[in-house]
């Protein structure tokens, strides 16, 4: 059975920095594309970023701020978010999808999902 559990959210003032974390059992996050995808109240969600074979790849919103990365040993996928703003205010989900090659931004695309970690940043 296939499990991701995010953790590391928070509350934060602007400017401030948090690292998610998603924790993998039943899959090997080597072997997925991993992607990152929050959704703020009353708004739709939105893909963040994405770690596959190629690389990885960021929303224009988040470019530059925030950086995803794996460790295959842990078997685990991390959000570091850095310069948060108030607009970073969201729910934030882990989610993993085959081939490992191929990413997607939609969020129907992906095969498995966590269920969410909170962030709220103060102005």
């Known amino acids: 059975q296939v499990q991701l559990v995010e953790s590391g959210g928070g509350l934060v003032q602007a400017g401030g920095s948090l690292r998610l974390s998603c924790a993998a059992s039943g899959l090997t996050v080597g072997a997925y594309t991993m992607g990152w995808f929050r959704q703020a109240p009353g708004k739709e969600r939105e893909f963040v970023a994405d770690i596959r074979w190629s690389g990885t790849y960021y929303a224009d919103s988040v470019k530059g701020r925030f950086t995803i990365s794996r460790d295959n040993a842990k078997n685990t996928v991390y959000l570091q978010m850095n310069g948060l703003k108030p607009e970073d205010t969201a729910d934030y989900y882990c989610?993993?999808?085959?081939?490992?090659?191929?990413?997607?931004?939609?969020?129907?695309?992906?095969?498995?999902w966590g269920q969410g970690t909170q962030v709220t940043v103060s102005s």
């Open positions: 989610a993993a999808r085959t081939p490992a090659y191929i990413g997607s931004r939609l969020w129907d695309d992906y095969n498995y």
